[in-house]
């Protein structure tokens, strides 16, 4: 039987034909943009409903709405894809900046739909509710109704959203220009910061220094223009929370993130409690790379050298041999993504750096992009990818107002997928050498969500509480990231990245507030998911969709409760998935006495 071989190059022209030429596209946004006129001019004379009759008007204006979000997200996905292929696409560029206005301007006229409804009577709104076209939506509709009743009036929401285009959004922007045009000397070669970036884990620890050295060289040169990027970042997002009279910075990120307070303060607990075994892992790598203490540039260092390099039909071949034992529709849907050209994943000069999954609602199907180079990371990568594919596909015939889904549980159907790979690659290893070094992969994932997020959230709440009181310098923020990385890691390392601030794109994204702690929920989260995946097997594949299809319908202690039968505003949740990551250290320790 011959060996399948598959495309490493996605196809992107089954969207929109040309690229960022292509006159598809452009039909498709000059369109959109009158949908998008047409829809904001319509809802100058929308009224807010004052009876339940009312309810086929609400239907059609939310279907409306519904078909414009999938229209714009369509476009707006093939641009992120088109940017992270070649980032010297200039015209890609160019339509970023359109989409934005697009978003912005589609934003304004939404939120003034949210207002709207909002006004509804109680009464009035209740009986709505029970309408057959609209009980399906209860559970984002009362969180609209929410979320404009602590909103400001139309016309303030429709300014800020109007300012935000060449304000807020621009500011990222800049950022993103002036990171793009970066580039380091290491080891004689010229390299983006993406590239040189990856060095961190390279084996040769001259090497190592050298890039972290003169990292840090460079984003010394420009600390002062990010630190007036990311002030104005915050200034901008604390001058409209407190408009809108809101006291607490984590309120729009835990609201976006569906979850309380105390759900996030019982995780850190947690994490915060069980620390020692991990500094006890990096104290013992820090000896088997002949130091007393780790130094920053250590933490992604091999400490075995990892023989095991798998082609990329092979690895897609091993994440499918494994998603079969736990979801036969898992693999089936993994396989059209390979079979598909679905994954961007060829190694070429020119790509941005990272990985991601981009939904394009319009024709339900997703595109990732990673650089494959072989390894089992990449492998595990790949899977991590596919588990977002997965979500979306497995809400695809849900009602689009009902798949929007927060990004503390995208990463839980994520990592999942990601489990099951690290996991089997341990189980299946030849070898101690091979079995050290792919536990070090999975222990490397728990120390970056454990000490590295934990360090990322401590240094922005502390920044944001510091901006309230004025523009925050340069070598203050060094210092606030330094005193963060050292009580995150609680010592374990003996040099810090006091540029971390300026150098970790998260910081400046404006989609989202705090893209940090819904990376380590969702971590934990997925573990107590896997453990049960684990003691069902197949028979869990059902529970496991169903699972996903309430993540955009529910806050995540109800998802919690209903699914697992779990409280987790508490800590002994989180320990329970805290304690799976322990046993990895204690593998780890007894291989490498």
């Known amino acids: 039987m011959s060996k399948t071989t598959y495309p490493i190059v996605w196809d992107l022209d089954v969207f929109f034909k040309g690229g960022s030429e292509s006159s598809e596209l452009r039909r498709h946004l000059n369109e959109t943009k009158e949908r998008v006129g047409t829809y904001a001019k319509s809802?100058?004379?929308?009224?807010?409903?004052?009876?339940?009759?009312d309810a086929d008007l609400v239907a059609d204006k939310l279907e409306e709405t519904s078909s414009l979000i999938q229209h714009i997200s369509q476009a707006g996905a093939f641009i992120s894809c088109l940017e992270a292929q070649d980032m010297s696409d200039q015209k890609a560029g160019a339509l970023r900046s359109e989409i934005t206005e697009m978003n912005a301007l589609y934003g304004s006229a939404f939120n003034v739909l949210k207002q709207k409804l909002a006004k509804t009577e109680d009464r009035v709104w209740n009986e709505l509710l029970e309408h057959e076209q609209l009980k399906d939506l209860q559970f984002v509709l009362n969180e609209w109704r929410t979320q404009a009743q602590e909103q400001l009036s139309e016309e303030e929401e429709a300014l800020i959203s109007a300012l935000e285009v060449d304000g807020y959004h621009a500011w990222g922007q800049m950022y993103n220009t002036i990171v793009g045009e970066m580039t380091v000397n290491v080891n004689g070669e010229v390299l983006s910061v993406g590239q040189a970036n990856n060095l961190l884990s390279h084996e040769d620890p001259a090497i190592r220094q050298e890039a972290y050295e003169k990292l840090e060289e460079a984003w010394k040169e420009k600390e002062n223009l990010f630190a007036r990027t990311l002030n104005h970042l915050a200034g901008f997002r604390l001058n409209?929370?407190?408009k809108r009279g809101w006291d607490h910075v984590l309120k729009e990120p835990l609201e976006i993130n569906r979850m309380k307070h105390e759900t996030l303060d019982a995780m850190w607990g947690a994490i915060s409690k069980n620390k020692d075994t991990f500094v006890e892992y990096l104290n013992r790598k820090a000896q088997l790379l002949g130091k007393e203490k780790l130094e920053w540039y250590d933490l992604g260092a091999p400490t075995q050298k990892e023989k095991k390099k798998l082609s990329y039909d092979d690895g897609a071949e091993f994440i499918l041999k494994h998603f079969e034992k736990f979801s036969p529709k898992m693999a089936s849907f993994a396989k059209r993504a390979f079979e598909e050209a679905w994954i961007e994943a060829e190694d070429r000069p020119g790509k941005r750096p990272g990985g991601f999954c981009t939904g394009f609602p319009l024709s339900q199907q997703s595109r990732i992009f990673m650089t494959y180079s072989g390894s089992m990371s990449n492998v595990a990568t790949l899977a991590h990818e596919l588990g977002h594919a997965f979500h979306s596909y497995a809400l695809k015939d849900v009602h689009p107002l009902n798949r929007r889904y927060a990004m503390n549980v995208a990463e839980t159907a994520s990592t999942f997928a990601e489990m099951i790979v690290a996991d089997a690659s341990v189980k299946e290893a030849t070898t101690d050498?091979?079995?050290i070094a792919l536990l070090e992969d999975k222990l490397q994932r728990s120390v970056a969500f454990f000490m590295n997020?934990?360090?990322?959230?401590?240094?922005?709440t502390r920044f944001y509480e510091e901006r309230k009181n004025g523009f925050v310098s340069a070598s203050r923020l060094n210092e606030l990231t330094d005193q963060a990385q050292r009580e995150a890691y609680r010592d374990a390392v003996n040099s810090t990245?006091?540029?971390?601030w300026s150098n970790k794109l998260h910081f400046h994204i404006t989609g989202v507030p705090f893209y940090n702690f819904p990376y380590t929920f969702g971590y934990l989260f997925s573990l107590s998911i896997y453990a049960k995946a684990l003691e069902e097997?197949?028979?869990y594949e059902d529970k496991y969709i169903a699972l996903l299809r309430d993540t955009a319908v529910m806050t995540v202690e109800d998802l919690a409760m209903k699914h697992l039968?779990?409280?987790?505003?508490k800590e002994s949740f989180w320990e329970k998935g805290i304690e799976l990551c322990k046993h990895d250290v204690k593998e780890y320790l007894n291989l490498t006495k």
């Open 43 to 53: 809802l100058e004379t929308f009224e807010t409903p004052t009876s339940a009759s």
């Open 240 to 242: 409209t929370y407190k």
């Open 433 to 435: 050498e091979q079995k």
């Open 453 to 460: 997020i934990h360090s990322r959230f401590l240094f922005e």
């Open 497 to 500: 990245s006091p540029s971390y």
């Open 537 to 539: 097997g197949k028979n």
């Open 565 to 569: 039968g779990e409280d987790i505003t």
